[in-house]
C-alpha cells in the first residue's frame, strides 16, 4: 500500500467556492435538446413538452448555469428562427453536425426550461457567420423591457417581463478550422471587441466571455490568447478554455493524471492574460471560463456526424457511456478547477443531456445518472465556502503522456457557517491503494460526518437503464479521525469525498 499525506492550513485560502464552477450546457446537437431536455410525448413532460424526470436530474445534480446553444452550433444560427408560433418556424440546416434543426426550442422555451429547473442562463451569440448586428438584436430581444422592436417582439411571443441574461459568450471556438466562420485571432479579436463594446451601449454591466483556444494542443495556443485580449482586454471580463479527455491505447494511467493537463492549461492563460494586463498597464484582471470540459471519446463512431444527403433530426450523436475510471476522471478535473478558483470564475461540463452527458435518456422512457454524474453532484452539493490550499506528498510515477505525476491529487473546501471541513481526493494508480493521512491545520477536534467512495475493482464498469446503481459511490468504512488527523483508504483509480464537521 502506498503511503500519501495532505496537508491543508485554516489560514492558506486559495479564494471562494464559486457556483458558477458547477456549471453545464446545452448544445442543438444529437438527442441534447430534443428527446434529452424536449419530449413532448413523454410522461412526465409539462405544457412546454418539457422531461420532468430530467428537470428533477438537473436539480439533483447541482448545475448552477447552462451555456446555450453552442458549441459549434452556434456559428450558424439563426436565433430569430426560434421565436414565435412554432407552426411558422423554419427548418434550417445544422452545418456543424450535418443536421436538421426543426428550431421546435429557440430563446424563450430555453430561457423557461432553465427557471424550471433553477440554473443561470449563459447565453451564446453568432460570431460565425454574424456579427454585431446579430448580437445586439438578441440582446435587445432578451434583456430589454419593452419600447422596441425586438423587445415587443418578445412580449408578443409571451414574455413579458426581460429574461435578464447576465453572460454573453462572444462567438465559440473560432481558432479552430472545423469552425463556420472560423478566424485568425486578429479577425476574431476586432469582431469580438466591436461586439462586446456595442453591447455594453445597451447594458454595461454585461459579463462577456471572449473565445480563446479550443484546446491546448492547437497549434496556435497562447499567440491566440495574446492577441485576442491585446483586442478585447478592456471590454470583456473572461476568456474561455475548452479540454475534453479520454483513455487512449489503453494508457490508463496517462488519462488518470488529465488533470496535469488541466492545470497546465489554466496556468498558461491566467499567464497570458497578466501578461497583456502587464503590457497594457490594466488594473483589472481577466479571468477564466473554462465553459466546455468533460470525457469525451471523439473517436468513436457515434461521435462523427452524419454525411452525404441525410440530414436528419436529432441524431444520436456523442452519446459516451461513461464507466468507472471516466467518474473518477471527471472528478479529478473538478479538484483542478476547485483549486484555481482565484482565477477561474466559471466552468461549464460539456453536456447536460445525452450528448457526453452524465444524464441519459431513452425518447419517451427511463432516464438514468452515468457514473460521472456522482462525483459532480457530490462536490456541486458539499464544496462551500472557501477553497483551501493543498500540500501534498504522495508517491510518484511515471506517465506516458505527462511525465512523473503524484498518486493522489486533492483539495479541500470549508464553510465556516457550518463548520463542515470536504476533502475531494483521487487515487491515480492503476493498481495500488493508498492510505491517506489527512492533517487539517487550526480544525481542533473534527469528526466525520460522510465518507464516500467511487470505485470498482474493474474500472471498465458502467451504469446502464436496468441497473443504473451498480457504480453508486459507497461508504468508506476505513475513515477515522482523532483530535488533529483523518485516515482514509483510497482503492486505485478511485474519487473520494470526505466529510468532516468542527463540534
Known amino acids: 500500500m502506498l503511503l500519501a499525506n495532505v496537508t491543508v492550513d485554516r489560514a492558506f485560502v486559495v479564494g471562494p467556492v464559486r457556483r458558477r464552477t458547477f456549471g453545464s450546457f446545452v448544445e442543438h446537437l444529437g438527442r441534447c435538446v430534443y428527446t434529452g431536455l ?14 420532468g424526470d430530467v428537470v428533477d436530474l438537473v436539480r439533483e445534480l447541482g448545475v448552477s448555469t447552462v451555456r446555450y446553444p453552442g458549441g459549434n452550433f452556434v456559428s450558424g444560427y439563426r436565433w430569430e428562427d426560434g421565436i414565435g408560433p412554432r407552426a411558422q418556424r423554419p427548418a434550417r440546416l445544422d452545418l456543424a453536425w450535418h ?11 430555453f430561457v423557461r426550461w432553465a427557471r424550471k429547473a433553477g440554473v443561470e442562463p449563459m447565453m451564446a451569440v ?5 456579427g454585431i448586428q446579430g448580437a445586439l438584436d438578441i440582446l435587445e430581444y432578451c434583456n430589454i423591457r419593452g419600447g422596441t422592436a425586438w423587445s415587443d417582439r418578445r412580449r408578443a411571443n409571451g414574455a413579458e417581463e426581460p429574461h435578464d441574461i447576465r453572460m454573453w459568450c462572444l462567438g465559440n471556438e473560432l481558432d479552430g478550422p472545423w469552425q463556420t466562420g472560423h478566424k485568425t485571432a486578429h479577425e476574431y479579436g476586432r469582431l469580438a471587441a466591436e461586439t462586446a463594446r456595442a453591447m455594453r451601449q445597451v447594458q454595461p454591466d454585461l459579463e462577456l466571455v471572449a473565445c480563446g483556444s479550443s484546446g491546448s494542443g492547437m497549434p496556435t495556443f497562447g499567440e491566440w490568447e495574446r492577441v485576442v485580449l491585446t483586442e478585447t482586454y478592456d471590454v470583456v471580463d473572461l476568456v474561455s478554455a475548452h479540454a475534453y479527455y479520454c483513455e487512449e491505447d489503453g494508457d490508463l494511467a496517462s488519462f488518470l493524471a488529465s488533470a496535469v493537463d488541466m492545470d497546465h492549461f489554466i496556468d498558461s492563460v491566467v499567464a497570458t492574460a497578466d501578461a497583456v494586463r502587464a503590457a497594457r498597464k490594466a488594473t483589472r484582471r481577466i479571468h477564466v471560463s473554462f465553459d466546455e470540459w468533460n470525457v469525451w471519446y471523439a473517436g468513436r463512431a457515434e461521435s462523427r456526424p452524419p454525411t452525404g444527403d441525410d440530414w436528419p433530426i436529432a441524431p444520436t450523436l456523442l452519446e459516451d457511456r461513461y464507466n468507472v475510471a471516466d467518474a473518477v476522471v471527471a472528478g479529478s478535473l473538478l479538484i483542478s478547477l476547485l483549486r484555481h478558483t482565484d482565477r477561474v470564475h466559471a466552468a461549464s461540463l460539456a453536456q ?13 422512457g427511463r432516464s438514468w445518472r452515468q457514473t460521472t454524474f456522482h462525483p459532480f453532484a457530490l462536490t456541486a452539493r458539499h464544496a462551500a465556502g472557501e477553497v483551501l490550499r493543498a500540500a501534498i506528498d504522495a508517491p510518484v510515477h511515471d506517465t506516458t503522456r505527462f ?3 503524484s498518486a493522489v491529487d486533492a483539495v479541500a473546501t470549508y464553510e465556516p457557517s457550518t463548520g463542515d471541513l470536504v476533502l475531494f481526493a483521487v487515487n491515480r494508480s492503476v493498481s495500488r491503494p493508498v492510505a491517506l493521512t489527512f492533517h487539517p491545520r487550526g480544525f481542533p477536534r473534527l469528526r466525520i460526518v460522510e465518507a464516500l467512495t467511487l470505485s470498482n475493482p474493474d474500472h ?9 446503481t451498480s457504480v453508486l459511490p459507497h461508504p468508506n468504512p476505513s475513515a477515522t479521525a482523532d483530535d488533529d488527523t483523518v485516515r482514509v483508504d483510497l482503492p486505485p483509480v478511485s474519487w473520494t469525498m470526505l466529510r468532516l464537521r468542527l463540534p
Not at 443536421?99 to 422555451?109: I, L, M, W, Y
Open 352 to 364: 447536460l443531456v445525452n450528448v457526453i452527458a452524465p444524464i441519459m435518456t431513452e425518447p419517451g
Open 403 to 405: 511525465g512523473p505525476v
Open 126 to 130: 453568432n460570431l460565425g457567420t454574424r
Open 99 to 109: 443536421s436538421t434543426e426543426p428550431n421546435t426550442v429557440g430563446v424563450d422555451e
Open 38 to 51: 424536449h419530449d413532448p410525448g413523454h410522461p412526465t413532460a409539462d405544457a412546454d413538452g418539457f422531461r
Open 460 to 468: 471498465t464498469w458502467s451504469a446502464t437503464p436496468d441497473d443504473p
